[in-house]
């Protein structure tokens, strides 16, 4: 039995050796992003982060917060969303993605979470 658990866990550290080793796939990237990040907390990321760019006084003109924030920013609250999502998965897999690959990647989030 011992013996089974050593090559299973042998078989995990091959596995994530090899994935550091691989060039960069964005199809993985997204399927442990997906795995960690469901719509619902991306929203709830986005939601949170929308109040720290609205200025107080958005009850003057608007009637949401989320309005004022459509007419006055460019998209920083997103840009912090998406941020945090990519550093989560270099830190969570110790990668390192090239500029290329990271707006490729921040593109692919932005795209799949409706940011």
Do not use: P, R, T
Request: proline share 0%; charged share 40%.
């Amino acid at each position: 039995m011992d013996k089974y658990k050593i090559k299973i866990g042998n078989m995990k550290y091959l596995k994530k050796f090899n994935e550091d080793k691989e060039e960069f796939d964005i199809n993985l990237a997204m399927s442990k992003i997906k795995g960690q990040y469901s719509q619902e907390k991306v929203d709830e990321m986005f939601d949170e982060e929308l109040l720290e760019w609205v200025d107080d006084s958005w009850e003057e003109d608007y009637e949401s917060e989320y309005d004022w924030y459509v007419d006055h920013n460019n998209g920083e609250a997103q840009d912090v969303v998406i941020e945090s999502i990519i550093s989560w998965y270099k830190k969570e897999f110790s990668k390192e993605i090239s500029k290329d690959d990271y707006s490729e990647l921040f593109d692919e989030i932005k795209s799949n979470y409706n940011l």
